[in-house]
């Protein structure tokens, strides 16, 4: 005969064994590296924690036998110790190092220092874009896994950084497809989108919420065929390739964003 306790060990031991048997929704990969992402494991809890980095919240994945953050690591990251806070602890994580390329090009000055009047439409166009990436909503699903938003080749690599004149700027922020122009661009992920417009650097570009501070980004677009507030299930189509804004060609550069972060977007792709 078995004891009580025994028969509830194996009903536990069933449960456990039943749950991790299901297959788990498709998630970005870890990478503790600038523009990638830490996974921090927050143990259980009853109710899905709060998570923040510096007063920044983090998405927070999985189920309350085990909690899971997902932490955006900015480009400019240093090597080390980095933490975040979960109510009144402090979890602790590790940020690796990692090179990545520098391109040194010339180009006729025009092209590197702003005139007076792009430079105040940029700091005007810089405002608005703080309120947008600042966006955080519920999120409704635990699907992750993103499809690229048009086929073709990836014609430059997330992270590099370009220096013009021997002037270095901002390291690149997200993934550029080399497409034709008028391709349609597919939503990689159900999502929600909260703003379109013409913007300096961008040309004509789109942002979707994908919930827990997870955003994408659609740049340089020939046409938005999109508005804020509408909601868009994978593989809807949110605009068309172009050649708007600071570019050479045609091409779509997509970027991911997560809290307030621009991530590699090669670490979604299912």
Known sequence: MFS??????????????????KPSAPRPLASNVPGGIARIALGPAPERPI???EDIPLLVTGTPAAWTALAGIPLSAKPGRAEITVGTRTVEYVVKRKQYLVQKLRVAPGQV??????????QR???????????????????MGMVP??????????????????????????????????TPIKA?????????????FSGNAVWVDHG?????????LSAID???????????????????????GPHLHWGVMLNRTMVDPALFLA
Not at 188 to 195: T, W
Not at 212 to 220: E, N
């Open 149 to 182: 938003p048009v086929p073709g080749p990836r014609s430059s690599s997330f992270g590099l950084r370009r220096v013009f004149n021997g002037q270095s700027r901002n390291p690149h922020s997200g993934m550029d497809i080399a497409a034709p122009k008028g």
């Open 125 to 143: 166009e810089r405002a608005h874009q703080q309120e947008v990436i600042a966006t955080f909503s519920p999120r409704t699903s635990e699907d």
């Open 226 to 248: 999109c508005k804020p507030g509408d909601a868009l299930a994978r593989g809807d189509v949110l605009g068309k390739v172009g050649a708007t804004g600071r570019v050479t």
């Open 188 to 200: 990689p992920l159900a999502g929600r989108v909260i703003d379109t417009g013409d913007y300096f």
């Open 4 to 21: 009580r306790r025994q028969i509830l060990h194996a009903v536990a031991a069933a449960s456990c064994s039943s749950a991790f048997a």
């Open 212 to 220: 827990g501070g997870l955003l994408t980004l659609y740049a340089h």
């Open 51 to 53: 998570a923040r980095r």
């Open 113 to 122: 220092d702003l005139s007076p009047e792009d430079e105040a439409r940029y």
